[in-house]
């Protein structure tokens, strides 16, 4: 059963920093392409960011960025822990959301979505 878990969510003030984790289990991890969405309570998804798999597992490693995130978040992989993470700094109020982690159908981000994490709450408020 495929599992994703996030986690380092929580209240930061306007212009920090914070650090989301995904723990994957139940499929391999390495050969997927994983996405970071998130959700403004109360309003629609958005995609925040993409990592194909690696060239090890026969993707290329590219990564993409939504643009209302481009040069803040950072997203990255390790595939020996299983783990997709996203580093955002300067964060906004805008930033408030819930993220969730996803695992995509293929070895690109762009293709389709199938799992999805139960999501963490991002707050960013002075």
């Known amino acids: 059963e495929v599992q994703l878990v996030e986690s380092g969510g929580g209240l930061v003030q306007p212009g920090g920093s914070l650090r989301l984790s995904c723990a994957a289990s139940g499929f391999t991890f390495s050969i997927y392409a994983m996405n970071w969405v998130r959700q403004v309570p109360g309003k629609g998804l958005e995609w925040v960011s993409g990592?194909?798999?690696?060239?090890?597992?026969?993707?290329?490693?590219?990564?993409a960025y939504g643009d209302s995130v481009q040069g803040r978040f950072t997203i990255s992989r390790d595939d020996a822990k299983n783990t997709l993470y996203l580093d955002m700094d300067s964060l906004k109020p805008a930033d408030t959301a819930v993220y969730y982690c996803?695992?995509?159908?293929?070895?690109?981000?762009?293709?389709?979505?199938?799992?999805w994490g139960t999501g963490t709450l991002v707050t960013v408020s002075s």
């Open positions: 990592i194909n798999a690696g060239r090890g597992a026969g993707g290329d490693g590219n990564i």
């Open positions: 996803t695992k995509v159908t293929y070895k690109w981000w762009n293709f389709g979505m199938e799992n």
